[in-house]
């Protein structure tokens, strides 16, 4: 089982806890109802889902009940971080170790 770090309880909790909510830092539109089709389909359903490491939203549902972001990756599962809601997306680099594989 995932272990999870929540940025407001300060601790790491079971998965079963939280619930995924999407990509993190999208810049949603004061102006929805200015929006083309086309311009809302790509706001309300294209979403990045690169292989590899990723920012998402996650919430603390049998917590605090809070969101907040996470930079996890998508091949390994790994939680790299997590990181209060309207935090700036901060810069990550990824060692690689000797085998050339990243962790």
């Not at 979403?47 to 919430?59: A, D, H, M, S, V």
Request: net charge neutral; proline share 6%.
């Amino acid at each position: 089982m995932l272990l999870i770090r929540c940025p407001y309880c300060e601790e790491e909790r079971p998965e079963l806890e939280f619930r995924h909510a999407g990509e993190a830092h999208i810049a949603r539109s004061t102006e929805m109802s200015e929006l083309s089709d086309d311009q809302f389909e790509k706001f309300f359903f294209i979403r990045q889902n690169p292989k590899g490491l990723i920012f998402e939203r996650w919430r603390h549902i049998h917590g605090c009940g809070r969101f907040f972001n996470a930079a996890r990756d998508t091949v390994t599962d790994k939680f790299h971080l997590t990181y209060k809601a309207g935090e700036p997306k901060p810069e990550i680099t990824l060692m690689a170790p000797a085998n050339g594989a990243l962790k």
